[in-house]
């Protein structure tokens, strides 16, 4: 959910038919598809590399390189200058972006040899360094950094990654694609093919049976997003009281109390609901028109921005701003916004032409957008590998 690419044929579809209310989203933007295998396997890695070249696959442990340099007080290679600068090149394809106190994590793939990279890149522009490397089934998603592991999903399997030493668990089989972190917990809709609701779940970060938490009754077929299967989730979001949910395939964007379990619609009738930031009375999310806030017990929605429209563009906040990655289908350019957090005009901080000048179809230049409290980083998209670029926010 986070990046987006899109062939000519699959850009015109959006174009014609695609943004109209209720119509499925696009294609996940990968240059090569993954093929499927029947078993996954680990390898374990954190050893300094500036290439993420393919070897062998095999099991394998080396000295945890990244893990034995202190990185508290370390500062962003950013602060001070203008504009972006270059942290570290990594050769396949970026999936998703995760910044730390000290780090941007890098969630890579190459399709072709069934393999997910996890790469720590110091913000401070020292070496970038493997955590971790997984073989097996399907595109990753979902990556999520939190204290001392980093999270992903791949087949509906939800797995672990140990910071410190690269070990990699799965501790929830054939759960679900779109998970959260939030203290001990990981939050996921289970979904069954032929039952009449879904359900909110948690399982533990350590792994263990999942629990259900509430049912959430499916939206009727007729209202449904265009293509859609029954179930297909967005984005969870989670903290101590509550859990929200973009419901893509219902259209919807739910609220499920962690104290009573009862679940209650808050946003309805906006396709492609997407990423959820949660503010202290209030949560703002994206759809296709744009970025909305709503309070959270419902009611009294409004619009903030035109920009950061699904599926077309991604964002983040911090306290004081809203920065947005935002591409329109066959625009000559992307841009990268900072709107203030109350609303506002949105104001052009950089403009990212075409890695390929000559392409008849530039379509996407930014693989991933993160931020943290001094820079915004950005994965810039090149043919065969991708920049990881650090601007200091103010």
């Known amino acids: 959910m986070n990046t987006r690419a899109y062939s000519p ?7 014609m038919i695609g943004l109209t209310p209720g119509c499925r989203r696009a294609a996940p933007p990968r240059r090569q598809p993954v093929q499927a295998i029947a078993t996954g396997s680990a390898i374990s890695m954190a050893t300094t590399s500036p290439s993420l070249d393919a070897s062998s696959p095999r099991s394998e442990r080396v000295p945890d390189a ?8 370390m500062h962003c290679k950013a602060l001070g200058g203008r504009g972006f600068v270059s942290l570290t090149t990594i050769r396949e394809p970026v999936l998703e972006l995760a910044a730390s106190d000290s780090a941007v ?5 190459q399709a072709q040899l069934r393999r ?8 401070d522009g020292s070496p970038s360094s493997i955590v971790a490397r997984h073989l097996g089934p ?4 979902s990556l999520k950094i939190a204290r001392d592991a980093a999270y992903f999903t791949r087949s509906r399997n939800i797995f672990r990654v140990n910071l410190a030493d690269g070990e990699i668990k799965e501790i929830a089989p054939s759960l679900a694609e779109v998970i959260t972190v939030f203290g001990e917990y990981i939050f ?3 979904c069954e093919k032929k039952a009449p609701v879904d359900y909110l779940v948690r399982v ?12 959430l009754p499916r939206v009727p077929a007729d209202q449904r997003a265009s293509g859609s299967p029954a179930c297909e989730i967005g984005y969870l979001a989670a903290d101590a009281h509550s859990v929200f949910i973009s419901d893509w395939a219902g259209r919807r964007v739910l609220a499920v109390s962690l104290q009573d379990r009862s679940a209650r619609v808050l946003s309805h009738a906006k396709s492609f609901p997407s990423r959820i930031e949660l503010e202290t009375d209030t949560i703002v999310f994206q759809a296709q028109t744009g970025l909305f806030r709503v309070p959270r017990v419902g009611g009294g929605e409004v619009r903030l921005s035109e920009f950061a429209n699904a599926p077309f563009a991604r964002y983040v906040s911090d306290t004081n701003d809203f920065w947005i990655d935002q591409v329109e289908p066959y625009a000559p350019n992307e841009h990268l916004y900072r709107m203030p957090r109350p609303g506002g005009k949105a104001k052009s901080l950089e403009v990212f032409p075409p ?6 179809y530039p379509i996407t230049f930014i693989d991933g957008l993160a931020l943290d409290d001094e820079c915004v980083y950005v994965a810039r998209h090149y043919e065969t590998f991708a920049t990881i670029l650090a601007r200091q926010k103010n």
Do not use: C, M, N
């Open 355 to 360: 890695t390929d000048p000559q392409a008849l």
């Open 188 to 190: 996921a809709v289970r």
């Open 116 to 123: 997910v990279t996890l790469t720590r890149v110091p913000r």
């Open 138 to 141: 399907s595109e990753p998603k």
């Open 105 to 109: 994590y890098v969630l890579s793939s």
């Open 204 to 215: 533990s970060t350590k792994g263990g049976t999942p629990e259900s938490i509430a049912e």
């Open 66 to 73: 990244a893990a034995s340099t202190d990185e508290r007080g």
């Open 9 to 15: 044929v699959s850009a015109f579809v959006i174009l």
